[in-house]
């Protein structure tokens, strides 16, 4: 099968007009952390034993969204994707035919790899990073002694110009709502380091539905939105998801704030593919996983397009 001339690609859309621009592939369901909040990329939280995708999977099925339907983003992640050992080997047999990607990290490991991923052609990195106190990082991650290894693979995936980085924060109440303004000046001393934007604070909402009794931590949102709003010099927001990018002394802080919010649904355009090789159309929904179950391109042509008959707005 002959993939169509550029310009004449069709598009992947879904039956609510939502076409895919990127995909997100989970590499595995294995972490170094145990975050109180994980949500496991929406997979099954009983598996205990290894699930990994392979490469070649990952690498043909992008090859296959970019050169049918355009798609050239990706975001990779876990469990911790730098628990792979052929991760740049991932990276390098993409980078051909995408324009971007990127990987979502808790960053343990992010010293030891970021210039050989720079090197194999990935763009920049997102980092989970909730708190700059060690207390609470080992009280949020359930581990000891991991945060100053985080720190170092921020301060490394800026020396190999894996940016701009993106540090991840979920909000938690009474946990670590009274530290943005210390992730702010954390942020501000990236930049000093790489240079402007190097680096992007993420605010992120909890999302409960995966472990309700999180659910006694979830930060009023509002509220810390309003002070950025009252401390902001510039707001942008965002077409798609209508999220709100609030500039505080030259930093930029980024929200996201997914629960509830119709319009980042209805303009949702990432496919998830999870770490045992289904297509998944909502990270909030279980019954739309659509298997990939070889190489061949017809096949991987085929799953693509059923997962979009699955594929269905969380909040409408």
């Not at 001339?5 to 039956?15: C, F, I, N």
């Not at 975001?75 to 991932?90: C, F, N, Q, V, Y």
């Not at 609030?246 to 919010?261: A, L, M, Q, R, S």
């Amino acid at each position: 099968m002959e993939p169509k001339k550029p310009g004449d690609k069709e598009r992947l859309v879904d039956a609510y007009g939502r076409e895919i621009r990127s995909l997100r592939f989970s590499l595995t369901n294995r972490c170094t952390l145990n975050c109180i909040y994980c949500h496991h990329e929406g997979e099954s939280r009983d598996k205990r034993d290894k699930v990994e995708i392979s490469a070649e999977l990952v690498i043909e099925i992008a090859r296959v969204a970019s050169a049918y339907f355009g798609i050239r983003k990706i975001k990779i992640t876990g469990g911790e994707p730098l628990m792979r050992s052929d991760l740049a080997e991932i990276v390098r047999g993409m980078r051909a035919f995408e324009d971007d990607i990127s990987v979502t990290t808790n960053g343990v490991f992010l010293s030891k790899y970021a210039a050989e991923l720079a090197d194999a052609g990935l763009d920049r990195v997102n980092v989970s990073l909730d708190t700059l106190k060690e207390e609470r990082y080992d009280s949020i991650t359930r581990s000891k002694n991991n945060l100053p290894q985080v720190i170092d693979g921020i301060y490394s995936a800026i020396d190999a110009g894996l940016t701009p980085i993106k540090l991840n924060m979920v909000l938690l109440k009474g946990i670590n709502d009274d530290e943005i303004e210390d992730m702010v000046n954390f942020v501000r001393e990236c930049n000093r380091r790489g240079g402007q934007g190097s680096a992007i604070l993420q605010p992120i909402e909890l999302m409960p539905s995966f472990n309700p009794p999180v659910l006694q931590y979830k930060a009023d949102f509002d509220k810390i939105e309003d002070e950025l709003k009252s401390k902001a010099s510039k707001i942008k927001t965002r077409r798609l998801q209508r999220r709100k990018k609030y500039f505080v002394d030259g930093v930029e802080v980024e929200v996201v704030h997914p629960i509830d919010n119709t319009e980042f649904c209805a303009n949702c355009s990432r496919l998830r593919i999870t770490s045992d090789g289904k297509f998944k159309g909502c990270l909030l929904r279980d019954g739309n996983l659509v298997p990939v179950e070889s190489l061949d391109e017809e096949h991987i042509l085929n799953q693509l397009k059923l997962a979009m008959k699955y594929r269905v707005p969380f909040y409408r």
